[in-house]
């Protein structure tokens, strides 16, 4: 089996020889012998546990953790967790750096196509970026509670059914009711919408919005600055002009 001195270790695994000393000391990586001028020798499994440490060290993990770690019979397991863990914090930082990459593309082309470009242009792109981005919040969280509101009705609907608790899902409607009605009136605050004619950004009276033909993302209104009525574009209302 291979044997490998202190600088070896440190070389092979791109750490300092400080570093593989001081691991030693907190007892994370201690040398499987000692030769005879009492130098530490490290064998083929002490390399391989080096090399675990300094990933898990990349990952972010203090030493204090990967000690924790590695003293546990169900190692393996727990770094497995941690693995997972990461992956999902890269992802999350991949898909902003996308948007990110998104609103950059957005404004090269606003750059590309205006001979008379000026920091006002920055801003709207920056504005209808992060209005987007509001909206899609906006739209999950609706989903969400949609989805709720679902299951309670229908499972208020199935306990009266099956034991006779009527009153049950009498009191399951009301609080739907009463909840949908929130969300009509939440959605309305948090909305405006875009005239495709004229570009105005307005927002239109609860009742109009409320009872007007409607898309995913668009709903037939009437523009009060040019009078167009048609399937305007939904948007959030931190784009209506203050």
Known sequence: MSKYTTGEVAK????????????DTRGILTPSELSEGGR???????????????????????????????????SAKVIELFLEEQKQILNTEIAERQEKLKS??????EVKNKTD?????????????????????LRRNLWIMAAVMGVFEYGTLLLAIFTG??????????????????????????????????????????????WASHTYKTRKLTCPECGNKGFCLETHVSQIEK
């Open 104 to 109: 950059l593309e957005l404004l090269s082309n």
């Open 12 to 23: 092979i695994c791109n750490v300092t020889v400080r570093t593989v000393q001081y691991y």
């Open 165 to 210: 608790m009527w009153w049950a899902f009498g009191i399951g409607m009301g609080i739907v009711v009463i909840l949908s009605i929130w969300l009509s009136a939440y959605y309305y605050k948090e909305t405006a919408y875009i005239c495709p004619e004229c570009h105005k950004v307005f927002k239109p009276k609860f009742k109009e919005m409320f």
């Open 40 to 74: 530490r020798v490290y064998s083929e499994n002490d390399l391989q546990k080096m090399k675990a440490i300094c990933f898990l060290r990349e990952i972010g993990l203090s030493i204090n953790v990967i000690g924790q770690i590695l003293k546990d019979d169900g």
């Open 117 to 137: 470009f000026t920091l006002k242009n920055i801003s709207d792109v920056a504005c209808i970026m992060e209005a987007n981005k509001k909206m899609k919040k």
